[in-house]
């Protein structure tokens, strides 16, 4: 026990966190050069867009079949061959000759892409101690942020290299994770059950009968929408077209969006462990849905980056606590490959969609009509977690042994212990694991 009373998280939780660290750092480095690369074949703005777009829409299509192979194969094996993936194909990039190489490539690595990010939230998952999943998914969300600010300060420096050099350095830094991973977790539980004839999945139609996982799929598609594509699309038109700023100030605002996400993110996922999910799932949501309309209704440029650390502050309170959610649905004893697919598809569709309709809606009224719809996306998140059951205080789908029944010990779960002991839910037996011995 360290001096919180808190048991030490395992060894490949924090193998798990590095390696996400120097993932995401590796995107941010290439994320920025990628379409000025495009362009360098010749190609038109347009064209070197699609780059981008070729790497999201293959993560969306392929999500289903990684979380298939997770449940066939284990979540070590595809985190592994993901990562091994995404590694040779941006290697390959730095050496393509033509723009449609580059293309496909570009494609290979969202495969990748989405078999690693499945995976690795089975990982977290499975790996996790129940009681401090939130503390987990915190501290994983804020290496992910911290690595992707990092990388494009680092490929600024990196600049004087040419354009190919960011994707060496990436594949590098990709296949020194891999052997990381690699060796870290082979002898770890999971790989014992990688291998175990009887070991449990659950789908997504068993994940569709629980209202909180509904509730989950609609919140990340909202946040797919607001975080990841209208903030991205609309924020920096906003702030030239409307506010008349030169264009180096939407990258200000992103920061300032980016610092007020980093302000909660580290601490929001271990207070979701001792209130509950919900109570930071609803504020996170309503938070996050003022600040995006307070975008659009922006009169100059303080009012805008004020807004933007506001709704940064709501996406830090409830994403840590919205991927732990979905693992306390799953439950670590359980592979939920395909339910955690169903999860980023939802965000992926939302980041998708999102600029579209709601560039639409900019484009034929306003800028701030359109984030008043965005913003009013994450109000109907809010009040669908408002009316479904708290996640820690129902039994997973594949319960887990290891969650606290100590009311004393984690005030926010009287109930787990009767819910756990008791086969309350049809089938609810049939996947409860043999209890292990305490040491």
Known sequence: MNKSGRAP????I???????????????LVSPVLPQFALSFGVGVAAASAIVS???AMRLLFAPVSGRLVQLLGERRIYLVGLLIVAIST??????????????LRSLGGVGSTMFTVSSMALVIRLSPPAERGRVTGLWSTCFLIGGLSGP???????????????????????????VVYFNLRDSRITESESAADVTTVSFVQGLSRPEYRAALWSNFANGAAVFGVRMALVPLLVVEVLGQPSGMAGVALTVFAAGNATVLFFSGRLSDTYGRRPLLISGALVCGVGTTGLGLAPNLTWLLVTSFVAGIGSGLFTPAQQAAVGDIIGSRARGGTMLAGFQMSQDLGTVLGPIVVGAIAQRLSYGAGLAVTGSLLAVAALAWFIVPEPMQRASLASDPERPTDPAAHPIAP?????????????????????EPKH
Request: charged share 10%.
């Open 9 to 12: 998280l395992p060894s490949e």
């Open 14 to 28: 924090w193998v798990l966190i590095a390696a996400a660290f120097c993932i995401s750092m590796g995107f941010g």
């Open 54 to 56: 070729a790497f999201a």
């Open 91 to 104: 290697g390959a990039s730095a050496f393509a000759q033509t723009y449609w190489q580059l293309m496909v």
């Open 153 to 179: 300060l680092v490929g600024g420096a990196l600049a004087g290299f040419g354009l190919r050099a960011p994707f060496l350095i990436y594949a590098v830094a990709l296949l020194i994770a891999v052997a």
């Open 415 to 435: 109930e787990i212990a009767a819910a756990e002991e008791s086969a309350g839910s049809p089938g609810e037996s049939a996947v409860r694991p043999p209890a």
